[in-house]
């Protein structure tokens, strides 16, 4: 999927885009700037890696951390909701997950959480058991981000 659809309907209602990234260490970020005139909509985001940089960098709640692990839903749904806070955007979106090639967290190779966060309405998060490589695991994480955020424009 490319991200053209989500832009297009960014730029058709003026509004903006940020992302929060863990598990695609910022080719979410890329496919979105690949796209011609995404200048237009998109403002930036951050690549939240490591554990502490999601508390350090985007305010996930630290216990949640400790006690939940990067790789929980509440942990994708804050990371979108502070990365549109911060850039003070329309529209967030946001990845976590296990790429591999071993399990972290007590949390299985190819789960993946994505969230989208809307000003006015509430954060929507997803929750996937995925298959493949590091790199086919990233690679739908980003498909399935740009659908999310696609899916909550559309409401």
């Known amino acids: 999927m490319s991200a053209e659809p989500l832009l ?11 992302v929060a990234e863990s598990l695609t260490g910022g080719a979410l970020a890329a496919r979105i ?31 949640l951390l400790a006690g939940a692990g990067p790789v929980d839903a509440q942990v994708a749904i804050q990371m979108a909701d502070s990365a549109r806070r911060q850039l003070q955007v329309d529209l967030a979106l946001a990845t976590t997950g296990v790429a591999g090639p071993t399990p972290q967290h007590g949390q299985p190779v190819g789960t993946v959480f994505v969230a989208a966060a809307l000003a006015g309405t509430p954060t929507r998060v997803r929750g996937y058991r995925l298959a493949g490589s590091r790199g086919q695991i990233s690679h739908v994480t980003i498909e399935l981000a740009l659908s999310l955020g696609s899916a909550t424009l559309s409401g």
């Open 33 to 63: 700037v690949a796209e011609p005139g995404a200048s237009a909509v998109f403002r930036g985001g951050w690549v939240s890696y490591a554990t502490e940089a999601k508390a350090s960098m985007l305010g996930v709640d630290a216990a």
């Open 8 to 18: 297009a309907a960014l730029r058709t209602g003026g509004l903006s885009l940020a």
